[in-house]
């Protein structure tokens, strides 16, 4: 099955620097990147994905490049505020096919935004 | 609320205790998940349900056993379960597989 491997667990960066969050997947048939932001106490919510037919996405400071050469992809966070302070967790979806799939998660980054 | 509802938010069981945790959503979403959310571990995949057909099983212990009756509702019945059982379960929809999941908000369950 699918394996997922997420660094760092902990980030701290300055309030207006910039974040990067890596992933690593095992699978090569994997066709579907989602990134989930967790706040203390709720639930994750997906922040941004992108499917391998496609290198790069944008969404105002957010952005999630993909090497599916590498099988890796990255999220990137710039400008942080203190209200991008959270657990951020990577997903990879088996490109298997045929009937439902779950995703495969990473641990988990936990940015901290330091004013 | 994101159209994913979980209930209750918090149960404290015992060993010997027989419950149910419930999901519900109203997105009109073909595809439901439960996960497993412990402490300093990633979220593990249990169950899987496309069109209330389960799909996957994952190799979840017997003691926790899911229920679709219909494609907006979602159990998972709980029974003799143990401490290290305690963690935070979330379920989840989709519109189809292989797309983006909609959390609910989890229950918080804690085995005494």
């Known amino acids: ?115 | 609320e994101t159209g994913v509802t979980q209930t209750p938010r918090h149960l404290v069981m015992g060993m010997t205790n027989k419950k149910s945790l419930k999901c519900e959503q109203h997105l009109g979403h073909n595809a439901m998940y439960w996960y497993k959310q412990s402490a300093k571990k990633p979220l593990e995949l249990m169950f899987v349900y496309s069109l209330e057909e389960r799909v996957e099983n994952n190799s979840v212990p017997s003691r926790f056993s899911p229920e679709c009756p219909n494609s907006s509702h979602l159990f998972l019945h709980l029974h003799t379960l143990q401490p290290e059982d305690s963690a935070l379960y979330l379920c989840a929809s989709s519109p189809q597989a292989r797309s983006g999941y909609t959390f609910g908000s989890g229950t918080r369950l804690t085995v005494v």
């Open chain 1, 1 to 115: 099955g699918e394996n997922v491997e997420q660094h760092p667990s902990t980030l701290s960066v300055q309030e207006g620097d910039s974040a990067v969050i890596k992933c690593t997947y095992s699978d090569s048939a994997s066709n579907y990147f989602p990134w989930y932001k967790q706040e203390l106490g709720k639930r994750p919510q997906l922040i941004i994905d992108i499917r391998s037919n496609v290198g790069e996405k944008k969404d105002q400071r957010i952005a999630v490049t993909l090497n599916k050469t590498a099988k890796h992809f990255s999220l990137h966070i710039t400008e942080t505020q203190p209200e991008d302070s959270a657990v951020y967790f990577c997903a990879a979806l088996g490109g298997t096919g045929g009937g439902a799939d779950g995703l495969t998660f990473g641990k988990g980054t936990h940015l901290i935004i330091q004013p």
